[in-house]
């Protein structure tokens, strides 16, 4: 642990890196503050940026850019009660009281103060967990580590709440367009009856950048045209960012300490993300509080929750990504692409073999978490003018960062089209109650998944109950049927008892 600790540190000091992860925090600040961006947009626009770059360099800046973003999410949710992130929103409800008593500058920050503190606990985390977790799963052969692919593909409909069927159509539809192009194993061309461009294999760049881009920049572009909000203005009222005072921070220890562990545990888990960790985390301060009454009235115990929470997330999320090969949210799986483009796999192996990726992520995580409090107080009043910026000014200019991140990749017009399909396809896709994030969870683990199979395969002798039988396997698959059955029972539980509630209303 110590080893990689050092060994992160001393790569952030070299001036490359340390321009190059200084940028990426920069970027990450001013695209979490922008309304309708996001965490994983922001990783998104920035890949064109790490496609030169070395790929333990790569994964280093963009780690930065998103957890920078994710704090950068809370300025305009202290300031002006507008999100910048979805981790943000429950920022908002102490964070924007706080500020309308003239306390702007001790809410702000108590937000930076908790985004770097739950930020270096995911950081520090993140490095004492990876090797655990590697080490356990480097035992493993390839039908466990069949297994656990389908654990990771299981976890995200299993946590969603709303449409678990649609989820899991998500899943299969990725894995689908993972199997299209070239066979892993057979070096043969697969749905090879046409010369069509569209069953050659397909670029996870492009779409990624149109499922989360695009179709983002069109469902914010419908949104506001249905509210005839062209984009939001705010004052100007020449807050300063005054810093608590160290006795006031102590007095939040306690929140401090909780929120950071449900938003490690919550970022671990693929698919939850730090939306999910913010505002499980709010609810429990609430719980736990010795006077909830005064959650939501303007406490900095209700910040901290929040961005103590979401800022944990991001290290967590990168546990399951650097030791196992599952990432572990939407901006995981971004970081996740980069590295197999540049043909490193993530897994138990990397870990192991090239400890340097994780010495990089928690370098560039542990500067970031400095650089960004710095970043954010200077920024605080560029933080107005992104606020005053048209949506019809906006939009298209995020769509032109996305157009050239497309085409940079390898200088084609077609991946350009490839992202602006995807873009339409995945604004439809959510429209239609699907789940985007489900699809590319489906997409970045499709090769491993098929690859661990038919390598287990054979290795059974052609046998699939031979794969199935092994004891781990056994237990995880079962743990995996065992899973998506209470869901789907949780499901039409729910659904029977809403019909019930609206049949006694009536």
Same mark, same amino acid.
């Not at 992160?8 to 695209?31: C, E, R, Y």
């Not at 967990?129 to 493993?140: E, M």
């Not at 993300?273 to 406490?299: D, N, Q």
């Given at each position: 642990m110590?080893?990689?600790l050092?060994?992160?540190?001393?790569?952030?000091?070299?001036?490359?890196?340390?321009?190059l992860?200084?940028?990426?925090t $920069?970027?990450?600040?001013i695209?979490?503050a %922008? =309304?309708?961006? /996001?965490?994983?947009m922001? @990783?998104?626009?920035?890949l =064109?940026?790490?496609?030169?770059?070395?790929?333990?360099?790569?994964?280093?800046?963009?780690?930065?850019?998103y957890?920078?973003s994710?704090?950068g999410? +809370?300025?305009?949710?202290?300031?002006?009660?507008? =999100?910048?992130?979805?981790s943000?929103a429950?920022?908002?409800?102490?964070?924007?009281?706080?500020?309308r008593?003239?306390?702007a500058?001790?809410?702000l920050g108590?937000?930076l $103060?908790?985004?770097?503190?739950?930020?270096?606990? +995911?950081?520090? !985390?993140?490095?004492?967990l990876?090797p655990?977790?590697?080490? @356990?799963a480097?035992?493993?052969?390839?039908?466990?580590l069949?297994?656990i692919?389908?654990?990771g593909?299981c976890?995200?409909?299993?946590?969603d709440r709303?449409?678990?069927?649609k989820?899991?159509?998500?899943v299969?539809?990725?894995l689908?367009?993972?199997?299209?192009?070239?066979?892993?194993?057979?070096?043969?061309?697969?749905?090879?009856?046409?010369?069509?461009?569209?069953?050659?294999?397909?670029?996870?760049?492009?779409? %990624? $950048?149109?499922?989360?881009?695009?179709?983002?920049?069109?469902?914010?572009?419908?949104?506001?045209g249905k509210?005839?909000?062209?984009?939001?203005?705010?004052? #100007?009222?020449?807050?300063?960012?005054?810093?608590?005072?160290? +006795?006031?921070?102590?007095?939040?220890?306690?929140?401090?300490?909780?929120?950071s562990?449900? +938003?490690l545990?919550?970022?671990?888990?693929? /698919?939850?993300?730090?939306?999910?960790?913010?505002?499980?985390?709010y609810a429990?301060?609430k719980?736990?509080?010795?006077?909830?009454?005064?959650?939501?009235?303007?406490?900095?115990?209700?910040?901290? !929750?929040?961005?103590?929470a979401?800022?944990?997330?991001?290290?967590?999320?990168m546990?399951?990504l650097?030791?196992l090969?599952?990432?572990?949210g939407?901006?995981?799986?971004?970081?996740?692409?980069i590295?197999?483009?540049?043909d490193v796999?993530?897994?138990?192996?990397?870990?192991?073999?090239?400890?340097?990726?994780?010495a990089s992520?928690? /370098?560039?995580?542990?500067?970031?978490?400095?650089?960004?409090?710095?970043? !954010?107080?200077?920024?605080?009043? %560029?933080?107005v003018?992104?606020?005053?910026?048209?949506?019809s000014?906006?939009?298209?200019?995020?769509?032109?960062?996305?157009? @050239?991140?497309?085409y940079?990749?390898?200088?084609?017009?077609w #991946?350009?089209l490839?992202m602006?399909?995807?873009?339409?396809?995945?604004?439809w896709?959510?429209r239609?109650?699907?789940?985007?994030?489900?699809?590319v969870?489906? %997409?970045?683990m499709?090769?491993?998944?098929?690859?661990n199979?038919r390598?287990?395969y054979v290795?059974?002798?052609g046998?699939?109950?031979?794969?199935?039988?092994?004891? @781990?396997?056994?237990?995880?698959m079962a743990?995996? !049927?065992?899973?998506?059955?209470?869901?789907?029972?949780?499901?039409?539980v729910?659904?029977?008892?809403?019909?019930? #509630?609206?049949?006694?209303?009536?």
């Amino acid at each position: 642990m110590f080893s990689i600790l050092f060994a992160g540190l001393k790569m952030i000091f070299v001036p490359s890196v340390f321009a190059l992860v200084t940028a990426g925090t $920069i970027l990450g600040v001013i695209f979490g503050a %922008m =309304p309708g961006v /996001g965490a994983s947009m922001a @990783v998104a626009l920035a890949l =064109p940026f790490a496609y030169e770059m070395a790929p333990e360099t790569a994964i280093g800046f963009l780690a930065a850019v998103y957890s920078a973003s994710v704090t950068g999410g +809370g300025i305009t949710a202290v300031l002006y009660r507008v =999100p910048g992130t979805p981790s943000s929103a429950p920022t908002i409800f102490d964070g924007y009281p706080m500020a309308r008593r003239g306390e702007a500058g001790k809410a702000l920050g108590f937000s930076l $103060i908790a985004s770097a503190i739950g930020g270096m606990a +995911g950081a520090f !985390a993140m490095v004492l967990l990876c090797p655990h977790f590697s080490a @356990v799963a480097g035992r493993f052969g390839y039908s466990e580590l069949f297994a656990i692919c389908v654990l990771g593909l299981c976890l995200l409909p299993c946590l969603d709440r709303g449409n678990i069927v649609k989820t899991l159509i998500s899943v299969l539809l990725g894995l689908l367009l993972a199997c299209m192009g070239m066979d892993p194993v057979l070096k043969l061309p697969r749905f090879g009856w046409s010369d069509s461009v569209f069953f050659s294999e397909i670029e996870m760049i492009p779409v %990624m $950048i149109g499922l989360f881009v695009v179709a983002e920049v069109l469902k914010q572009t419908e949104k506001r045209g249905k509210s005839g909000l062209a984009g939001k203005s705010g004052e #100007d009222k020449g807050m300063k960012t005054l810093l608590p005072r160290p +006795g006031e921070v102590w007095q939040t220890r306690i929140t401090m300490l909780r929120s950071s562990v449900i +938003g490690l545990v919550v970022g671990i888990l693929p /698919g939850a993300g730090a939306t999910v960790a913010s505002f499980l985390s709010y609810a429990v301060e609430k719980r736990v509080s010795k006077h909830p009454e005064l959650m939501g009235t303007g406490i900095a115990e209700g910040i901290v !929750a929040s961005e103590a929470a979401n800022n944990a997330a991001t290290g967590g999320s990168m546990v399951p990504l650097l030791s196992l090969g599952i990432p572990g949210g939407n901006a995981a799986a971004i970081m996740m692409t980069i590295l197999l483009v540049k043909d490193v796999r993530p897994g138990p192996e990397l870990i192991q073999v090239w400890p340097e990726y994780l010495a990089s992520v928690f /370098g560039s995580m542990f500067l970031t978490n400095i650089l960004m409090v710095i970043v !954010a107080i200077l920024l605080v009043r %560029m933080s107005v003018k992104l606020l005053r910026i048209p949506y019809s000014v906006l939009g298209p200019g995020i769509m032109m960062l996305a157009a @050239v991140g497309a085409y940079g990749l390898n200088q084609r017009f077609w #991946d350009v089209l490839l992202m602006a399909g995807a873009g339409v396809a995945g604004y439809w896709f959510i429209r239609l109650g699907y789940n985007s994030a489900a699809l590319v969870l489906g %997409m970045v683990m499709g090769q491993a998944s098929e690859m661990n199979l038919r390598h287990a395969y054979v290795l059974c002798g052609g046998s699939l109950a031979g794969v199935l039988a092994k004891p @781990v396997t056994a237990v995880i698959m079962a743990g995996c !049927a065992g899973m998506l059955t209470y869901s789907f029972v949780r499901c039409h539980v729910v659904r029977r008892k809403d019909r019930q #509630d609206v049949m006694e209303e009536d």
